[in-house]
């Protein structure tokens, strides 16, 4: 039998190394708990965040496929939904400023992800309903609660106890994610230029006290949401990090 040359095998191993991106393509259109949108939707962020970003899951998500949940993270990032989204598996709201749902360019994207449009302003009710339906009923809601890129050297901005208001309305935990080494940009896709080694770190379900009377939810969100924040700063490896609650101006700070 006739060896093959060596300009043959040439030709053969490149094009077993052709067919390797079409069989990952097929791993991810097909895997599970994805719906075959889901899987086309997501596929492509899949691919940019493993390849581009080396996006590596340094823990998985602690969580069922059918247990709702409130997902907070740090904000760096313009694509941090992107790189918490590689966690679970299974969709993420995101609960993101109006102002971006109602761009002209990225509002058509934001909405093809249901994220969750809410008022940075102030206290949305609309939205917080809508984020507590969505984890009464076993889905995922991811918040940022600084409610905007951090571009200091603090570990955190101030936060809001948002998060852990809609926690306790939806009877959910929250998960604290601590994202490392997401890439910098001063514009929203200048970022998308940047290489970077991304770590994800997901700390252990914290579930919500219980309260007696609505004139101690004030006080009991604010102890939830520290409890989280005590487990992100523990993910961070920055244990005496200080982090503050934000105030009624917490826009204009």
Known sequence: MPSLSQESLSILWLALLALLPCIYAVYLATRKPYSIWENILFS?????C????????CSPLPLSAEQGAIVIANHRCSLDPFFV?????????????????????????????????????GMDTGATKLAIRYAQ???????FPEGRINRTPNLLLSIRPGAAKVALKAGVPIVPCYIEG???????????????????????PVYPPA??????????????????????????????AGIEVATRN????
């Open 85 to 121: 989204q590689m966690l679970p598996g299974r969709r993420v709201h995101w609960m993101v400023a109006k102002e971006y749902c109602e761009h002209a360019v990225f509002g058509a994207a934001l909405k093809l992800f249901q994220v969750i449009p809410t008022n940075r302003g």
């Open 50 to 57: 493993r390849i581009l970003w080396r996006t590596e899951i």
């Open 211 to 240: 309260t007696s009377s609505e004139d101690s939810l004030r006080q009991a969100e604010l102890e939830f949401m520290q409890q989280a924040l005590l487990q992100f700063k523990s993910l961070a490896k920055m244990p005496d």
């Open 137 to 143: 009923k076993g889905g995922l809601v991811g918040m």
């Open 44 to 48: 492509p962020i899949y691919t940019v």
């Open 182 to 204: 997401a890439p910098r940009g001063w514009f929203v896709l200048s970022v998308l230029f940047k290489p970077a080694h991304v770590k994800i770190h997901c700390g252990t």
């Open 250 to 253: 917490w826009v204009k700070e």
